[in-house]
């Protein structure tokens, strides 16, 4: 069984910055894409950034130039890093892996709550 820990989460202003981690812990004979999804209140979650095992990353248009995902593959690790940030990115923020051990399987994180408020 795989374990997700996630942190970095908070209060933060506008125009401010955070980082998020997620480690990832248990039986993992490899490990594949890793993600950021959110959900706001009253909204659908929505994938926010993904980067893959060799290291290709992608964003999505509403965070594209302020937020950048990263991998520790020594550390089973995604990073996020937020900056810029607006009202509208107040969110829960949930790790995503897709894994294999080795069955291919996929996990999720509890989630970490980011708020942009002044």
């Known amino acids: 069984q795989v374990q997700l820990v996630e942190s970095g989460g908070g209060l933060v202003q506008p125009g401010g910055s955070l980082r998020l981690s997620c480690a990832a812990s248990g039986s993992i004979s490899s490990l594949y894409t890793m993600e950021w999804h959110r959900q706001a209140p009253g909204k659908q979650r929505e994938l926010v950034a993904q980067v893959t095992n060799s290291g290709s990353t992608s964003v999505a248009d509403a965070v594209k130039g302020r937020f950048t995902i990263s991998r520790d593959n020594a550390k089973n690790a995604v990073y996020l890093q937020m900056n810029s940030l607006k009202p509208e990115d107040t969110a829960v923020y949930y790790c995503?892996?897709?894994?294999?051990?080795?069955?291919?399987?996929?996990?999720w994180g509890q989630g970490t709550q980011v708020t942009v408020s002044s």
């Open positions: 995503h892996i897709f894994y294999s051990d080795p069955q291919f399987r996929r996990a």
